[in-house]
């Protein structure tokens, strides 16, 4: 890992006596490719590289007995101090229902994921209602539905004919009258850059208010985690973030671009494919793992 | 940019910024702007405008100039099985090849190999109702060993050309998945001499340098013969290709370029090589 690399790094330089600037800056290029390897996006390296520049190049540093030593603390603390603090709390609404949209790119595990969280919130003595909102993909609803069955949980659906604006708006009345008080609503996969496809995520958003807008993103996702954050961001205001397929062996430098550019926190983490497969997100344990 | 600047570090390290952006990753893109600095030397170039070019150049040297073609050879028929990560776009890339090789006058069947994903045979069903083609399945749950062998058999009664064979999205990491992917592909070679003909890893253009990774397991476990990259009508550039097929030399051969039935593509270097610099 990274820790290696710069303790062979400055073990080379040992023998030179003090070390100088130029020493630093191949630590700091040692920290840069390291990053870049765990898709870290190329915005955020730059910004992290300057950020502990100067620290790199101070007193503690250039004359320390262990320099290598000295450096990846300081890659530690300000990657820890990036990611944040553990937040997996989901805002329950005073007046029920608590209305949760997933969002994200095709295929980044919305539908799963919506039944993971339908799990997990019952556990906590929620009463959750599944909502299938994705009426382009040939089969989604069915598989919410599918999901549904295997959670006991309950699934509101209009059918494939009907504007998703819609469907969330009957999903609000339909857990009104019954008794349901956390909605979650599944949406189609769809790119940032679709202005019509964004836009019906507006009117959804305008239409019921969700109290969370958690944007699903894959840890395996390369440079543009942060473009697609940014995005989803801007034009619809995120809440926080799930970063799913966490049990591969993904680096996941996506979470550290996300995090850095939106401030928004990772709230959790997918695990499996199964239901029970939903983890608080640890920052500390993604700083290392980033590192390598 | 004026025509009497000189190539000075900047332009350099630009191109090496797109490279890194495009997820080619950042040895793979110092390594070509290497390249690319011995070409300026060798050939006297001047103009910085000439240096894009020459970049495209090289990646379409790595990537391969001729458009490698799917292996329809197969007597009495080809079978390609379809693989990848979860999510990755196999089922849908699935329904437009079909569609595709059906408009070639190709007798295509598939067979529903993901047994385990929610509605994974209904989404299936779907695209081959869409695409016109027959499809073999078993109940949820079952062995998809046994939906391949049972695939294999009703392709050839019914005197198809091309089975393709979809399979349950895996993580490369799972042992015990890429175990029962083997014996998928040990139960086709038994059956019939010279398959899985072609063998489609499944990679998505927003995914990073685990790709590599990827490609590397799956190629070891199921013996990959081509990747198809999808979701190309994003942002993303799916660089990380140009380090698999000079590592391990695995051609792209086609690209998914939206989740319509006609949003498939055969892969062009050049085209591709372009797009990496827009
Ligand atoms: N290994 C693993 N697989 C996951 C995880 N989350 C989801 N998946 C799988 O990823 C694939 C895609 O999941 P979906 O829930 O269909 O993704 P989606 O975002 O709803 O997809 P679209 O609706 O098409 O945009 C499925 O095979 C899931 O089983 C996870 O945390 N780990
Ligand atoms: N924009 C875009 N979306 C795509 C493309 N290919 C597939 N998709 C979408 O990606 C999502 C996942 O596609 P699937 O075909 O279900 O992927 P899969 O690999 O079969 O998924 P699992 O079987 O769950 O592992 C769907 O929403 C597709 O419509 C593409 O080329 N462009
Ligand atoms: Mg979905
Ligand atoms: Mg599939």
Redesign the pocket.
Known sequence: GLAEKLQNTFKKLRGKGKLTEADIKEALREVRLALFEADVSFKVVKSFENKIKERCMGREILESLTPGQQVIKIVNDELTELMGGTQSKITIASKPPTVVMLVGL??AGKTTTAGKLANLLRKQGRRPLLVAGDVY?PAAIKQLQVLGQQLDIPVFSMGDGISPVAIAKGAIEYAQSNGRDLVIIDT??R?HINEELMDELKNIKAEVKPHEILLVVDAMTGQVAVEVAETFNNQLGVDGVILTKLDGDARGGAALSIKAITGRPIKFAGMGEKLDALEPFYPDRMASRILG | VSFTKQIDEDFFEELEEILIQGDVGVNTSMELVEKLRAQVKARKIEDPAELKAVLKELVREILGEETESLNLTGQPLSIFVVV??????????IGKLAHKLKAEGKKVILAAG?TF?AA?ID?LEIWGNRAGVDVIKHNEGADPAAVAFDAVQAARARKADCLII?T??RLHTKTNLMEELKKVRRVIEREIPGAPHEVLL?LDATTGQNAVQQAKIFGQAAGVTGIAL?????TAKGGVVISIKAELDVPVKLI????GME?LRLFDAREYAEALFE
Do not use: M, P, S
């Open positions: 095709q295929g993909r189609a996969g790119l | 990848g990560v979860n999510g990755v776009g196999k089922t849908t890339t993901d994903r994974a989404q979809d349950a999205g499944v999808t979701k190309l009508d994003g998914g370029i939206g989740e949003d």
